[in-house]
């Protein structure tokens, strides 16, 4: 079992996040992933660096530790021909480091540069034509395609990456679950409920991966805390992240309005739909389910907190060597 650092891009400037980057490296994680975002949710206290070129400086600050992101949409303002050269490129310059995490996308990174955010009918059968052209891609070979949603026309990489890229899919239920076990080669999903997400997610995961020829399929559990002293403390590490859960975010594409949202939400019942840990045995606990009974194949750790750095070194020096002792 492996651990990961997830690099929030809406919450931290890119600079920032590669210092956390080499930080987590250095406390011992074996993983930093990076969301890909646009927008953020906020408009105030936010950030919104391109993930692709962050990737870039991490590879090469970094010896070791693996890559991924976490997760990029090749849909939409990406095309998934795009998406494959970008992944091999990053695996190139992070000497065979690089995993692809994909989704299916937000209205928060598409609608603000024009394009229609469809239903989840088209989203799964445009990802369904892009991950047959990432993975032909990534293969090596000339790809001529003629979809419903893409073409490629004699489309071949010519820096190859240097080892096999995973392409790993994220599902929130058993319907995307159920696809990423058909077609991705691995699962990317945030656990809430331990035995809610055995049976909805990774059960449907690993029935429809039966009988498929590929070495064994990776499953990613994530999990998002907020280490605080008290409701104060932890509101102020919410800043950039607040506007995730008001009315209406799945629709929206102007993180000032998800901010006004939020903010005329009772800061309670913003907070209550989060877990909130005061210490090292509070966030053992909140990520030894993740280890113990999940059966995953790295465990992606999201703290918010007011001092990120201080919370990696803590997270190495306490945490990490207790959750590895579990997961043995």
Known sequence: MKFGWLCSHESYQPERLLRQAVLAEEAGFDAVYGSDHFHPWVDDESASGFVWTWLGAVAEATESVELATSVTCPLFHYHPALVAQ???????MSEGRF???VGTGENINEGPMGYEFPGYKERIGRMTEALEI???LLEGEKVDYQGTYYTADKARLYSLPVSTVPIWMAAGGPKSAAFAGA??????????NPSDTLERIIGPFREASRGRAEAPLTIMATRWCVLAGDEDEAWEALASMRGLRAPGRLQAVDPMTLRVRADDLDRQEVLGKYTLVDGVEALIE??????EGIGADYVSIQVASTQPEKTIEMLGKEVLPELRRLSV
Request: hydrophobic share 40%.
């Open 134 to 136: 990432m993975h032909r």
């Open 183 to 192: 077609h991705a080669d691995g699962l990317i999903t945030s656990v809430k």
């Open 99 to 101: 995993a692809l995490g």
């Open 286 to 291: 909140t990520y030894k389910p993740l280890v």
């Open 86 to 92: 970008m992944a091999a490129t990053t695996d190139r």
